[in-house]
């Protein structure tokens, strides 16, 4: 008993070992970073005025308006849990002529298209993605993982314009006793 018990302590240690090393997609970046470490490595850093809260009570307390991804324009979030970086969001907003997945023949490749073939390029083909139209609204969604990093990113298009959200977020890797 005492093994199985040292076993899974040696386990969450490496988890949580693992979710501390992962890294955001600017280097001396990390995850776990606390607010100084942030604005230190990203000088264009400017504070959210009302920051906006997370899906796991994470604030989003820092922001670059303007970072740019497949040569689009992103408003990315750093998000905060007990004073480390916990989150990173990226939006785009973009008008409706760019919402295409591909292109069609004979035309330049879409605000859409350029970007997931950039999110291909940086860490391969996506391990799921899906499909849906609700209310004249096409969804779709995909997820990557880089080491110890999940990335997961919808875009959605409908007549008004496109928008694209990337979240990046440290691996957690649960068993099935914490299910």
Request: glycine letters at 10%.
């Amino acid at each position: 008993m005492q093994v199985v018990l040292r076993s899974l302590a040696l386990f969450a240690a490496c988890c949580s070992l693992a979710a501390a090393q992962a890294r955001t997609p600017w280097p001396n970046a990390d995850f776990g970073s606390t607010e100084a470490e942030l604005r230190s490595v990203l000088p264009g850093l400017e504070r959210n005025t009302r920051p906006p809260l997370g899906p796991r009570g994470e604030r989003g307390l820092w922001m670059l308006p303007d970072a740019q991804l497949a040569g689009l324009p992103f408003q990315t979030t750093f998000y905060f849990k007990a004073g480390r970086l916990h989150r990173v969001e990226q939006v785009h907003v973009g008008p409706a002529p760019a919402c295409q997945v591909s292109p069609t023949a004979g035309t330049s490749p879409t605000d859409v298209s350029a970007w997931l073939s950039t999110m291909r390029e940086r860490y391969g083909a996506e391990t799921g993605a899906n499909d849906s139209l609700y209310g004249g609204m096409s969804r779709q969604s995909a997820a990557w993982v880089d080491g110890d990093t999940d990335i997961t990113a919808d875009w959605s298009a409908g007549s008004s314009g496109c928008t694209i959200r990337v979240a990046y977020k440290p691996r957690v890797l649960k068993d099935g006793s914490e299910l």
